[in-house]
């Protein structure tokens, strides 16, 4: 099978999407399939030529500079799919590279498929006027394009629920972004004692993610000083990068727990794996998460999970069983955290459960879903009548 991914981000840019179009990628080839990737050029960083990805000119966004958008023009794109012999469209972005990738799928016949990976309404503050309008806009927008599709996945069932209550009438699937288990082995949980400097009797809270507002750090860093009030071995490592990471560094500094807050940057996937080996509770504030893959990366590392009750992280982890789903208020997260810090014996259990989790979502797993929902679409030859009218919004 000859599969096409269109999407509006890839590496270098790292990210949830990103990480699961390599993921799937990985797998797909490995089964012995085909996968190419249309998406974004970096012109600040010039990211490597690879075989089977095809990089449209772009341009940096002007409120995040470590992500170009790309531009979704290609006099060639036409005779490279025909060239490619693509069998399926599958779209990671309801936008640029998402409605490129819907057109080609319409003059080819072939099948469109969109995953729905993000909230997109709760990420227009990175859009710099008309936040309220630009809510109702990206919603309208996200609802509509989902409505032209063969098949929406979903990467769990409340972003189902979430997409019905929004008016999205075509077919959905809940297919999650599996784990690369293999990559949990031969851990170094010494990792942060040996390169940040982490003392042998100080306790690791982390985070992994993107520094921005809608992964709500602030409140993470806000619960630490309530934390530290209690337990001042604790520390708070944050993995990655991010346009508020300034402004949290400020904000350490304004609550003098600057000294207990660990900003390491991004950090490459063989490392990131260390870091949760040499943590103990993974802490996880996010509200806009459709998935939370990085609560399940930490589960297969046996930490156990602090999380707030939203979306994927819902779904990701097991209340009372391999961690704690809190409300969004401040109290309730914290009061969860210092809960597993009493009690040694319920962390240990929710960690040995935590790494039983991990192991049913396995990346392996989740490709060979996607690739029967793939086969299913050829099978039932339904593209010519299934692909939506072009795209308008209907207000």
């Known amino acids: 099978m000859k599969i096409g991914f269109f999407t509006d981000s890839y590496k270098p840019y790292t990210s949830g999407v990103v990480r699961s179009i390599e993921l799937f990628s990985r797998e797909y080839s490995a089964m012995g399939h085909e996968v190419y990737i249309f998406g974004p050029d970096y012109p600040l960083i010039h990211p490597p030529r690879e075989e089977g990805v095809f990089r449209f000119i772009s341009i940096p966004w002007p409120t995040m500079p470590d992500f170009s958008v790309p531009i979704p023009i290609s006099v060639q794109l036409g005779s490279t799919i025909k060239k490619i012999g693509l069998d399926i469209i599958h779209v990671h972005s309801p936008f640029l590279m998402g409605s490129l990738g819907a057109r080609a799928a319409r003059r080819f016949k072939l099948p469109l498929i969109f995953t729905f990976h993000t909230l997109y309404e709760q990420y227009v503050h990175y859009v710099p006027?008309?936040?309220k309008t630009s809510k109702q806009v990206v919603q309208l927008i996200a609802r509509d394009f989902c409505n032209r599709c063969n098949m929406v996945v979903a990467p769990s069932q409340l972003v189902v629920n979430y997409l019905r209550r929004i008016g999205v009438e075509a077919p959905v699937i809940t297919i999650p972004t599996g784990i690369d288990l293999n990559e949990f082995t031969d851990l170094d949980r010494n990792w942060l004692a040996d390169n940040y400097g982490v003392e042998s009797d100080e306790i690791i809270l982390l985070f992994v993610g993107r520094l921005g507002k809608e992964k709500n750090v602030a409140f993470l860093i806000k619960s630490l000083l309530h934390i530290q009030s209690q337990y001042p071995r604790v520390r708070l490592v944050l993995v990655g990068k991010g346009p508020q990471e300034i402004y949290l560094r400020q904000l350490c500094r304004k609550l003098s727990i600057e000294d207990r807050v660990i900003f390491t940057g991004v950090l490459p996937r063989q490392k990131i794996v260390h870091c949760y080996a040499s943590a103990d509770i993974f802490v996880f504030p996010s509200v806009t998460d459709t998935?939370?893959?990085?609560?399940?990366?930490?589960?297969?590392?046996?930490?156990?999970?602090?999380?707030?009750?939203?979306?994927?992280?819902?779904?990701?982890?097991?209340?009372?069983?391999?961690?704690?789903?809190?409300?969004?208020?401040?109290?309730?997260?914290t009061d969860a955290v210092i809960q597993l810090l009493k009690d040694k014996l319920l962390c240990d259990r929710m960690s040995r459960q935590a790494l039983k989790n991990a192991s049913r979502i396995s990346s392996s797993y989740c490709a060979e879903q996607m690739l029967e929902v793939y086969q299913d679409l050829l099978d039932e030859n339904i593209c010519a009548t299934r692909i939506r009218k072009p795209f308008k919004i209907r207000l």
Do not use: K, N, Y
């Open 129 to 131: 006027f008309a936040e």
């Open 291 to 333: 998935q939370g893959l990085v609560i399940g990366e930490a589960q297969a590392t046996g930490l156990p999970v602090v999380a707030i009750r939203a979306f994927g992280p819902a779904e990701m982890v097991s209340h009372g069983e391999d961690g704690f789903l809190t409300d969004p208020s401040l109290h309730s997260f």
